[in-house]
């Protein structure tokens, strides 16, 4: 992917390659806070030399694109909950799945908790100076048990039927599962009771083969997860010990893009 550094106005500049905001990078063995996301959780997952050359060498990657539409159904969905929230009735989604004992919750910080930019669901690990964060699509309530439901929206294009059965069959669904685990885990260090039942709010464009004519519509299929928060932990001192290290960890050998990097340093490209 070719990216180019522009500023607000779309004017191209210099792209610096390394971080300049100090509070980004952390030092090995800092004892001052530093705040980790979701997403960089989810990065070390999946490299955990990737994540250490971001945090700690401040090596910044290079910048992806937007997802407007997705984050469009995203808004939408977020006005429909919250209208929902307002009279403390349940989705029409939630209804139609036989689950109209659910309703969105109702807190003080819900914003905040769906602001994954500056707030999120927030909780200091163990006692050490890794503060966790992650911005929630929206927190559900079990009325019949008073616990706690994680959400999270989708939006997809499929030209497979979307089912229960089918859906985590792919392995790019992983971090799908991981992502409701770790709010859950969030919420739970933050003393609330959590629900082993989470959703995934599935929006799947349908081609119609009739013409855009200027209209989508999707299909809105509710997807089950039970949460796993058991390797949770583990994974979190890992992922310190890592950035503790004073040297990388080994790269991932199905990366296309070390691949790639590797070749050209080879070549002296
Ligand atoms: S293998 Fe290399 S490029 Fe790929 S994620 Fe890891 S460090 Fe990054």
Redesign the pocket.
Known sequence: MISLKRNKKGELQKAPGLRTRKSSIYTPNQEKDFVISRGKFSDFL??P??FY?DRVAGIISPTPPGWTLNALTDTLLKDEFDECRAKQKSHRILIENNLSHIVPFQHDDIDKWRNSLHYGLEARFKDTNIILKGGVDDVWINTKTDELVVADYKSQQSNFEVTQETYFSSPFKDGYKKQLDFYAYLLMEMDFNVSKDSYLYICNAINQNKGFNGEMIFDEILIHYEIDTSYIDQEIQNMINVLNSDKPPQ??ES?E??AY?NKRSELNL
Do not use: E, K, P, V
Request: with cysteine; proline share 0%; hydrophobic share 20%.
């Open positions: 999946t490299c030399r990737c050359i790269s991932n990366c893009n070390c990097a």
